[in-house]
């Protein structure tokens, strides 16, 4: 079957009640928070010369998220979900695989992080683009993001079993995504008291989050033995 990559979609969220443009200005605008907090996380870092490949990657990543996120609550099309979700995944996945390497030991670490890493990747693009909601899925498929949320406290439990400094961090990322995942499970089933909907807190406290984590890279970088160092 052929898909239609600029069909219309609607009442995915409780905001938008037409296919126009502008049919979610609060989904939309907050969307590009994530932009500006990944920007000057990339000004910070230039400036103190600590980019990293994979930080810098990470960094690239939220930009496309918020980018990806405001062309979904815009344009609401085939295309433009499948620019939301693209990029959130390969983060999760590359944030994921970052950290499941460096609390594996050398001999393993990098094979399964890898595989880890596709596996987180190939889950949370089949649950988003699926076309039918999951058995018990009445929270705005929030269902989606499950494999997100098991990254989140994966790796605050691979932080705290090393008693790596950046765990406070890691645990503050966990409950802002936990929050999160609740605004946006409340989104439509509050639609009738909320008329704007809950998914726009959804965005500002994922912003939060992945602020959070950003900072924990750059605070507490990993360097090359495993040892964390960390930074002014």
Known sequence: MTIDWNAPITGAYCERTDPGIWGEPLNATSSLLVVVVSLLAFVHVMRTRSVSPGLFALMALAVAIGVGSFLWHTFATRWAELAD???????????????????????????????????????????????????????????????????????????WKEKHPSFRLILLAAALFVLSFVFRSLDLPLCSVFPTGTHFLWHISNCLAFGVLLTALIRYPLGGDGVSHKRP
Do not use: C, E, H
């Open 85 to 159: 979700v693209l990029p959130i995944w390969g983060f999760v996945a590359l944030y994921g695989a970052a950290v499941l390497r460096k609390s594996l030991r050398p001999r393993f670490a990098l094979p399964l992080a890898i595989v880890a890493g596709l596996l987180v990747f190939s889950a949370g693009m089949a649950l988003s683009l699926r076309d039918t909601q999951m058995v018990g899925d009445t929270v705005s498929g929030s269902t989606q993001y499950l494999p997100a949320l098991f990254v989140v406290l994966a790796t605050g439990r691979a932080v």
